[in-house]
């Protein structure tokens, strides 16, 4: 008889995406507002030297995205089309949701690869990232 696999200590680990942005408030309201984040700590001060910033993430979630800018030295988002942040909804997408994204500063666009939009919908966010809302379940 064979043994399971042990998980990996890594299995259990917080992950935190950062990335730039050229408008936090923006950003801010498309994944808050419109996938229904939540804003999970901000700067709340100009601080000359440091990155303004927003973490957005689901509240007691495993990951957050950090939002950066810094208004001294700009960084340019430059996503590609395989960019991509894909939630695994294990569900339909609820197209209130996608209306919701687009309300929030979205735009729906077809995918580069083919397979997403079999099984889901691509959208870009302020920046030009892609969300994929994958109607499939991880695992």
Known sequence: MTEPPTPSPLAATHVRVARPSRDLAAVERFYV????????????????????????????????????????????????VDDLFVLYLGAPVEEALVDRLVAAGGARVKAHNPYWDRFGVTLRDPDGYLLVLCERSWG
């Open 33 to 80: 507002a419109g996938l229904g984040l939540d804003v999970l700590w901000r700067t709340t001060e100009r601080v000359s030297g440091e990155h303004d910033l927003v973490m957005v993430g689901p509240r007691g979630g495993a990951w957050h995205f950090e939002l950066t800018h810094d208004p001294e030295n700009p960084v340019e988002p430059s996503p590609t």
